[in-house]
């Protein structure tokens, strides 16, 4: 199995870095494609790396944030066979509020209705294929999450703290455990793993793919929680098994550093260009 970001907030060379998510994937002969980025951008990242991605097979959106569907028109001009799975709820506007001000962040305007045959939308757990699977989130009071992260759902009654219902687990089975892919973890990376090991009894967390939304509204060189409970998170992924930890992106940079110094290598980060393999 092999991971590469495609897009990342930070780049340590030649390709470009925006604030956003993509990751290309290699797993059992399929090409798997996680998000797109905030733009087009990743396209270009995606020839300087020598992915063609007219050959992915299956395509996949972590949640229903700009910043992860900005690419869809670049990548439906160059893959005219692969389907994005999605979520029901993807369909739900979604904004950030502060006080009386209000911004949309969701998926751009149109891109649904522009290239309605090519989404698929799932309800619950989902299998695509052999050993990949889609899980949805069981935590309950995830409003209590988008309240303080000031995220907001339109729904017919107005906007109500986002439940983060329209976000989804990429889950891999390999011989080493399960890999899991959450691009923002919204709903906390913590209790993604929880919820990840109560849906595959017996099985163990190897490793966790993703940005972990820790920081702050001033962007990532802020953070929304104290030291302590970054630490307490970071000994809290240790407890529950988790051997592998990359993150990037909403994570931010004072809370990577102090994970990092928590608990050590277990911790990288998932900059543009980053290879994985298990």
């Not at 949640?63 to 028109?73: I, P």
């Not at 983060?164 to 899991?180: A, P, Y």
């Amino acid at each position: 199995m092999k991971l590469i970001a495609l897009i990342e907030n930070k780049s340590n060379n030649d390709l470009i870095a925006e604030h956003g998510l993509a990751v290309y994937i290699e797993y059992n002969k399929k090409k798997y494609l996680l998000d797109t980025g905030l733009s087009d951008n990743f396209v270009e990242n995606a020839k300087k790396l020598d992915i063609d991605l007219e050959n992915v097979d299956v395509a996949i959106l972590s949640h229903n944030h700009s910043d992860h569907s900005g690419g869809y028109d670049g990548f439906f001009n160059i893959n005219k066979k692969a389907n994005v799975y999605v979520r029901n709820e993807v369909k739900n506007k979604c904004y950030i509020k502060i006080g009386p001000i209000k911004k949309y962040i969701g998926i751009p305007e149109g891109i649904l209705d522009k290239y309605s045959n090519r989404f698929i939308y799932i309800d619950e757990d989902y299998k695509i294929d052999d050993g990949v699977w889609l899980i949805s989130h069981k935590t309950e009071n995830l409003e209590s999450r988008g309240k303080k992260a000031h995220m907001y759902r339109m729904t017919k009654n107005g906007l109500k703290p986002d439940d983060f219902k329209h976000e989804q687990s990429l889950v891999f089975e390999t011989k080493n455990g399960l890999i899991v892919l959450n691009s923002c973890s919204h709903g906390g990376i913590d209790n993604i793993v929880k919820e990840v090991k109560n849906t595959f009894k017996g099985k163990k967390v190897f490793a966790v793919i993703g940005g972990f939304h820790l920081m702050g509204l001033k962007g990532p060189n802020s953070m929304n929680i104290t030291k302590e409970e970054v630490e307490a998170l970071g000994k809290r992924l240790i407890d529950l098994g988790v051997e592998h930890i990359y993150t990037c992106h909403c994570t931010g940079d004072p809370a990577y550093k102090i994970l990092r110094s928590t608990v050590g290598e277990k911790v990288q980060y998932f900059s543009t260009g980053t290879i994985v393999e298990f």
